[in-house]
């Protein structure tokens, strides 16, 4: 069965600070897809990076980076400097490659970035 | 393009009553889905479809009902409310053949008293 962990339900961080929100994923397809969301206050989800399973190669994004380790079967997001703005749920997800293509999510982890 | 929009954005339901859920997508996509977001569980899925026409069962879909008339539309149907059902429910729409993510809606509030 497909799972994701993400075992941070919440972090506070004082601005400016580095924060790396952690994924761990459980597939047993070679072809599958990991994702990351931001869910602000007004609830929305905001597409952040879309990382197939054959692609490891870290990404950076601004402040943002991720880190996609398949032998560890994680996929962590770092967030650099980080501002009040950043301050929402971040769920990471991971998605079948063929079938329904359906995602999996995890719980979510609640940042709080404190001025 | 408006991408995927979700009607209503909050309702109160006695318990008891029903309603539907629209989604609207105009992106072509020929799948779509139905989740639900409870708080410390992330989203679970309802109701999924891969074409018009055709719907499936996804992880939580006791006392949902779905219908997919037109490509562009997914309903979800709750026939007889429940407290329990009191959740945030988001549709997303996904091209499977192309490289993309799925595309979410808005977000539907509901609350059941």
């Known amino acids: 069965a497909q799972k994701v962990t993400q075992a941070q339900t919440e972090i506070s961080v004082v601005e400016k600070e580095d924060v790396t929100l952690d994924c761990v994923y459980e597939t047993r397809d070679t072809t599958y897809y990991l994702f990351w969301y931001k869910q602000p206050p007004s609830g929305e989800l905001v597409f952040l990076i879309r990382?197939?399973?054959?692609?490891?190669q870290n990404e950076i994004s601004g402040r943002y980076s991720w880190n996609f380790q398949k032998s560890t079967s994680s996929f962590n997001f770092t967030i650099t400097a980080s501002q009040v703005v950043d301050s929402a749920v971040y769920f990471c997800?991971?998605?079948?490659?063929?079938?329904?293509?359906?995602?999996?999510f995890g719980t979510g982890t609640r940042l709080k970035v404190l001025a | 393009n408006a991408g995927v929009t979700q009607t209503p954005k909050f309702r109160v339901l006695k318990t008891g009553q029903s309603m539907t859920l629209l989604c609207a997508q105009d992106m072509n996509h020929e799948y779509m889905y139905w989740y639900r977001q409870d708080p410390g569980m992330g989203l679970r899925l309802i109701h999924y479809s891969v074409g018009e026409g055709t719907t499936a069962k996804g992880e939580v879909p006791d006392g949902y009902n779905v219908s997919r008339l037109k490509k562009q539309n997914f309903l979800l149907g709750l026939e007889s409310a429940a407290p329990s059902q009191t959740s945030v429910y988001f549709c997303a729409s996904r091209d499977p053949g192309r490289n993309t993510e799925a595309f979410f809606g808005q977000g539907t509030r509901l609350t059941v008293v």
């Open positions: 997800a991971l998605s079948e490659a063929r079938g329904t293509y359906k995602y999996i």
């Open positions: 990382r197939n399973s054959f692609d490891e």
